[in-house]
């Protein structure tokens, strides 16, 4: 059966807010990172299982504890969250979305890594508002940079 124009419409407006959310997820990883910008990103209930090295329940306890892991874990991040896949599900209220890391990334102790892989995740909307309701991180590299980064030459050509 065809969708009718309102359907499409709302398919597309889902999608949009899909993506809006995996950037917001994004800006809040790398602002500090942020429980102010992280504990609206996810549903009450939600879980967060992090590689083998965290698996955080509820949103409070996300914000919490992505936002203390500076102190011991990442220090500061730049996220890319790129390539999203969504399969929205037919009421539209629901998604199972994959998206692919690559990420820089400094440590609480001053070394520099690389870190690439993928989140998978379910979010759930409702009135317009997506959140996650689950998202794991499946790292496939986390290396160290021995050389560190370095500050931005005063020109292109000095580099």
């Known amino acids: 059966m065809a ?10 407006e889902a ?3 899909i993506d809006d959310l995996i950037t917001d997820l994004s800006r809040a990883f790398d602002a500090g990172p942020s429980r102010d910008a992280l504990r609206p990103l996810f549903t009450d209930d939600a879980s967060f299982l992090i590689d083998r090295y965290g698996d955080l329940r509820g949103a409070d306890a996300i914000a919490e504890g992505v936002a203390g892991n500076a102190e011991s ?3 500061w991040t730049l996220h890319y969250l790129v390539s999203p896949k969504v399969v929205l599900a037919e009421d ?3 998604a199972d979305v994959s998206f692919m890391l690559w990420e820089v990334a400094t440590a609480a ?5 690389w870190i690439g892989g993928r989140y998978l995740s379910r979010m759930v ?9 689950t998202l794991e991180l499946q790292a496939d590299l986390i290396s160290h940079y021995p050389e560190g980064w370095n500050d931005k030459p005063p020109s292109l050509d000095s580099a």
């Open 109 to 113: 102790s001053g070394r520099a890594y």
């Open 125 to 133: 909307g409702d009135q317009g508002r997506w959140r996650f309701a």
């Open 3 to 12: 969708m009718t124009l309102e359907q499409r419409i709302e398919r597309l």
């Open 92 to 94: 539209g209220r629901s």
């Open 73 to 75: 874990g990442f220090r």
């Open 15 to 17: 999608l949009r807010a």
